[in-house]
């Protein structure tokens, strides 16, 4: 991001004069308190706003520039995670996760090897045939993570992903997606989970009142710079 402003169409400024490069691989925590700009920077990477101004690139592609018609090929390159997990409740846990694939067009054997095995990673092979309803929060999550990855994403992005959850099932969730950034996918984490961030050491963002403030490299992380 270079040089990055928002401000909201009833003049609401959200972010002012951002500059910031992530790498490739890497784990980033965004903090800040509420309406420091955080859910707005992570909107834009994956266009669910534009800038009034600046640059943007995300995996190569110019994300302010990008025509609407051709969102979805930034979004193949992308998860999203929310708070609230956001699973379809009609759908099973196979058909949640599937879905995800199957707008790709990939064909049947493939989304059958993929779901199964991304349900295998985040431990809920044996909750494929349920409804979301019938699941913990923390095992909905689990679901939401699994149909984030299932396209096998550059980027995660997750907005409070342990928000509505208890430590020790934050944990399980911290766990799961520090292995997914194992196995190579960049993760983008807003949290307000101070815990979280003192005890994973990761680089870590700090936004107020929509500029950036502080930003600690992997292990610098002080919470009484806060
Ligand atoms: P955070 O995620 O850190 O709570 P936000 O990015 O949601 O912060 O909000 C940053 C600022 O932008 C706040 O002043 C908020 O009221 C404003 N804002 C967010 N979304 C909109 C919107 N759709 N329209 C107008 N103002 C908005």
Redesign the pocket.
């Known amino acids: 991001m270079k040089n990055v402003f928002k401000t909201?169409?009833?003049g609401?400024?959200?972010?002012y004069d951002l500059d910031l490069n992530i790498e490739k691989g890497d784990f980033v925590f965004i903090i800040?308190?509420?309406?420091?700009?955080?859910?707005?920077?992570i909107?834009m990477l994956y266009r669910e706003?534009k800038p009034s101004r600046g640059e943007i690139i995300v995996g190569g592609v110019n994300v302010a520039k990008l025509r609407n018609s051709k969102v979805y090929k930034l979004r193949r390159k992308l998860g999203v995670v929310f708070q609230d997990y956001k699973l379809l409740p009609k759908l099973t846990v196979y058909e949640n996760v599937a879905f995800a694939l199957e707008v790709t067009g990939a064909d049947n054997k493939t989304i059958r090897k993929r779901v199964v095995s991304v349900l295998d990673k985040v431990g809920l092979k044996d909750k494929i045939k349920e409804y979301p309803d019938k699941l913990s929060g923390g095992e909905q999550q689990r679901v939401a993570i699994a149909r984030a990855i299932v396209n096998n994403p550059k980027i995660l992005i997750c907005d409070e992903p342990t928000g509505n959850l208890d430590p020790k099932i934050s944990m399980e969730i911290m766990e799961i997606l520090e292995s997914v950034n194992k196995d190579g996918t960049t993760i983008l984490m807003?949290t307000h989970d101070i815990n979280i961030v003192e005890k994973f050491k990761k680089r870590v963002i700090a936004?107020k009142d929509?500029r950036l403030v502080k930003n600690y490299e992997r292990g610098y992380f002080k919470r009484e710079d806060l």
């Open positions: 909201y169409p009833n609401v400024g959200a972010i800040g308190g509420s309406g420091s700009g955080k859910s707005t920077l909107k706003e807003v936004l929509g």
